[in-house]
């Protein structure tokens, strides 16, 4: 590849417009709330929109900590789509009103998507903050009076995961086009807070409920976008992915198809990667083609032959029979885990696999996180028999048998539910 050209498939961009936030929310990779050290200015928030265009970038997503509390969010939004851009919004919802909404349609803003995890009580507590549920809806409400757009973005952890059956039927009569779902990992305050999160062996108790949320979604028309970390090989993995012969995990996007910015001009392949091993440049020292270009931390994903693109992988996925189509799933996700990509723990696959050996994987907290942004620990994984008993002072364990299921039952939602403990699963 020619070092002095961009890498021309990158085509999405997610910007972190600031690190400033009116959440406290429990799981926040970014640990937000405070601004950035010497976040963008005005002045190079716009240049970059420029740089941005002159790349080819089709559309733009804004994120925070909470976008709006930037005041000149808007003037950025609209510099945005007058580059040819498509802009979107992601946000938690609290505080923002029906004018604001109004301004971001007159803005040019072609979507948003509000954060909504679990019922009142379990998102008010992830969230951090009492009536940020009610917030959110608020906020989907005054979306659809002003006819712009919206879908929803769920975190999947243990206390969510039984509530998205229930939480699926309140988002559609909100109105939603789509639904984004992300298994939490532990980043930031989420690895302060590791035992919120689904243990592998988990999965296979998860994956049959979202199975019948996908099939309503297709009913309903409402497309479900499982996150990077979610699926793998499984037998709903085209199910999730919307059907098709070709939907299916197709490995890591970062550097490929994807972009990410920090508030003080930070760039990564990947919005979600920890800042500290993957920060490939700042727009401060240099453009942003030149970064795309020829920094190696944008270029993990872009190697030419097989062997290149699987030499990194370690662990189960390393011998798994999909690692030169997988590449070790989602890079964030097992990174955050275990200091390094290569081996996800977070695999339908891989934890049907070890249940037919008679097997599960357990992770635990080996060295705490630092306490930056961007930041995680280091996570032992240990493999047991399936029939050890399950740690006795583990009360966030998540089995079926906690899912709820909306009052008129899980029919509702589509299909008899499948088998949780599988002794065949498709090859996708």
């Given at each position: ?7 021309r498939r990158?085509?999405?961009?997610v ?8 959440l406290s929310?429990?799981?926040c ?12 200015s ?5 240049d970059?929109v420029?740089?941005l265009a002159?790349?080819g970038i ?15 969010w808007?003037?950025?939004t609209?510099?945005i ?8 919004l992601?946000?938690?919802g ?15 803003m ?18 951090g903050?009492?009536?940020s549920?009610q ?12 006819g712009?757009?919206?879908?929803c ?21 909100a ?24 243990q592998?062996?988990e999965l296979?108790d ?14 309903d ?9 979610i ?9 999730l992915?919307?059907?098709?012969d070709w ?10 198809n994807?972009?990410?910015i ?5 760039i990564?392949?990947c919005?979600?990667l ?5 920060a490939?440049?700042?727009?401060r ?8 270009a020829q920094?190696?931390r ?19 996925c390393?011998?798994?029979e ?7 799933g ?11 990509r ?5 695999c ?21 996180a630092?306490?930056?942004?961007f ?6 994984l240990v493999?047991e ?11 966030l ?5 906690r899912?709820?299921?909306p ?5 509702s939602?589509?299909h ?13």
């Open positions: 590849m020619d070092k002095s050209q961009p890498y990158t085509a999405y961009a910007w972190e417009l600031t690190l400033k936030c009116n929310c429990c799981h990779g970014s640990r937000a709330g405070r601004p950035r050290y010497q976040e963008l005005t002045a190079e928030a716009l970059l420029q740089q002159d790349l089709g559309e733009v997503t804004l994120i925070g900590g909470e976008a709006f509390l930037r005041s000149d808007l003037v950025i609209q510099a789509v007058q580059a040819g851009m498509r802009c979107s992601t946000t938690g609290y505080g923002l009103s029906r004018p604001m909404a109004q301004a971001m349609k007159a803005a040019g072609t979507s948003a998507s509000v954060s909504l995890d679990g019922l009142q009580a379990t998102h008010d507590r992830l969230r903050r009492a009536g549920w917030a959110a809806l608020d906020a989907m409400t005054h979306f659809r009076r002003v712009l757009p919206f879908s973005n769920s975190q999947i952890n243990r206390l969510s995961a039984p509530e998205l059956p229930i939480l699926y039927d309140i988002l559609k009569q109105g939603i086009f789509a639904w984004q779902i992300q298994l939490t990992v532990p980043m930031g305050y989420g690895a302060d807070h590791w035992h919120l999160l689904l592998p062996w296979l998860l994956y049959p409920m979202l199975a019948h949320i996908a099939h309503q979604a297709s009913l028309k409402i497309r479900l976008f499982p996150g990077n970390n699926g793998y090989y499984g037998p709903y993995e085209r199910l992915r919307g059907g098709g939907n299916f995990w197709r490995g890591c996007g970062a550097g490929l994807t972009l990410g920090e508030a003080d001009g930070t990564k392949g919005p979600s920890p800042t500290q091993a993957y490939g440049g700042n727009i020292d240099r453009p942003l083609r030149e970064i795309i920094s190696p944008l270029q993990f994903n872009r190697q030419a032959d097989i062997a290149a693109g699987t030499e990194h992988l370690w662990g189960f390393q011998t798994c999909f690692a030169q189509l997988c590449r070790g989602c890079s964030w996700t097992a990174h955050v885990f275990f200091g390094r290569g081996n996800n723990p977070y339908h696959h891989r934890a049907l696999t070890l249940a037919q050996q008679g097997l599960r994987e357990r992770f635990f907290l080996q060295d705490s630092p306490g930056l942004p930041d995680h620990g280091r996570f032992q493999q028999s399936q029939d050890q008993p399950w740690p006795a002072e583990d009360s364990h998540f089995q079926r048998d899912i709820k299921w009052s008129h039952g899980p029919g939602l589509g008899r539910l499948p088998p949780t403990r599988l002794s065949h699963h498709e090859s996708s």
